[in-house]
């Protein structure tokens, strides 16, 4: 249910940001933008999760206590970043190649990353901080 009130309202952003935006605009957009951001979603974020997962593995010190905890923490908000660091310079190709206004391509991304990580930070980042944990017991248990 939630990601289907994420996508309605990522569909709104982007019809808005859109000259002329209206409400049959997004009536005919809602089902092609619930299809493409399922697709996205396995396409992109699968990815960037792990990523991300690796960059966190490779930069918190396992020498701190509660590593696994730190970098559990560290990638889901790393994928937030890398999400918006390639959404903005999609949004800039975009832009200049379109001739358009800047403006509208990054104040889109930057609503659907803001929107997502709204939606979904309250469980992404306690299940990171569960998951580095349950590692880094395993890591703790095997080593001794």
């Known amino acids: 249910m939630l990601y289907f009130v994420v996508q309605a309202v990522l569909i709104l952003l982007l019809v808005v940001s859109i000259d002329g935006g209206s409400a049959g ?7 092609i933008g619930m299809l493409s951001g399922a697709v996205s979603t396995a396409a992109f974020i699968a990815p960037f999760a792990f990523v991300a997962g690796v960059l966190a593995w490779r930069v918190v010190p396992s020498r701190y206590r509660y590593a696994g905890a730190l970098g559990g923490l560290v990638a889901p908000l790393l994928v937030y970043l890398l999400a918006a660091v390639i959404g ?57």
Do not use: D, K, Q
């Open 25 to 31: 605009l997004f009536l005919a957009m809602l089902p």
């Open 88 to 144: 903005i310079l999609m949004g800039v190709v975009t832009a200049v190649l379109g001739g358009g206004p800047l403006s509208r391509p990054l104040v889109s991304v930057v609503g659907i990353v803001a929107v997502a990580f709204g939606a979904t930070c309250w469980l992404t980042l306690p299940l990171g901080v569960l998951a580095g944990s349950s590692t880094s017991g395993l890591a703790h248990w095997t080593t001794e």
